[in-house]
T-cell receptor, first 116, second 110 residues
Framework: ETGVTQTPRHLVMGMTNKKSLKCEQH?????MYWYKQSAKKPLELMFV???????ENNSVPSRFSPECPNSSHLFLHLHTLQPEDSALYLC???????????????FGPGTRLTVT | RKEVEQDPGPFNVPEGATVAFNCTYS??????FFWYRQDCRKEPKLLMS???SGNEDGRFTAQLNRASQYISLLIRDSKLSDSATYLC???????????FGAGTTVTVRA
């Protein structure tokens, strides 16, 4: 496997379900991100992990819960979602150097989530 | 004011044409600039970084204008496969995160 992978690619869940999205990066990066992309809207940053520590939680509702067990893996746990949470959820990674330039991010293929 | 603003388009051009569009950013201290390409229902993919002196990658040319706080992308000799949404991306100052524009849609027709 190369690059950034995400599973599942598609997910349909009811509002009372609990599910998890998984992301894995094979690039040796030390920072990982969750983004939400709704139709016709810019990417919205949800969470950032750097060196396995969460460094940003962008006012995301508590029904979204991230987990980063190591620098290669990132999860997004979902529970009691709302229909408006239906979107494309993208994982990305980058190499962060403290005090250094901002490098480009590499994205996984995304999970297309539909909440019914 | 949004951190990154783009003309949504769409820009509809014939094959072989040249198309160009800009993106403005709000923070004058931004240092890193990128163009990403996103195909329908796919993830964004890095097209090119944008350097201060401007840079070219094949048919694609990116320019940075710091005084007016905008970056541009020019596509020469458009191909059908260039049809996509082009995202302007700028680093957030004082951290290592990126701000994404909503994208400019380009459609190249035969």
């Amino acid at each position: 496997e190369t690059g950034v992978t995400q599973t599942p690619r598609h997910l349909v869940m009811g509002m009372t379900n609990k599910k998890s999205l998984k992301c894995e990066q094979h690039l040796g990066h030390n920072a990982m991100y969750w983004y939400k992309q709704s139709a016709k809207k810019p990417l919205e940053l949800m969470f950032v992990y750097s060196l396995e520590e969460r460094v940003e939680n962008n006012s995301v509702p508590s029904r979204f819960s991230p987990e980063c067990p190591n620098s290669s893996h990132l999860f997004l746990h979902l529970h009691t979602l709302q229909p408006e949470d239906s979107a494309l959820y993208l994982c990305a990674s980058t190499q962060h150097l403290a005090g250094g330039p901002t490098y480009e991010q590499y994205f996984g293929p995304g999970t297309r989530l539909t909440v019914t | 004011r949004k951190e990154v603003e783009q003309d949504p388009g769409p820009f509809n051009v014939p094959e072989g044409a040249t198309v160009a569009f800009n993106c403005t950013y709000s923070n004058s201290a931004s240092q890193s600039f990128f163009w990403y390409r996103q195909d329908c229902r796919k993830e964004p993919k890095l097209l090119m970084s944008v350097y201060s002196s401007g840079n070219e990658d094949g048919r694609f040319t990116a320019q940075l204008n710091r005084a007016s706080q905008y970056i541009s992308l020019l596509i020469r000799d458009s191909k059908l496969s260039d049809s996509a949404t082009y995202l302007c991306v700028v680093n957030r100052v004082d951290d290592y995160k990126l701000s994404f524009g909503a994208g400019t849609t380009v459609t190249v027709r035969a």
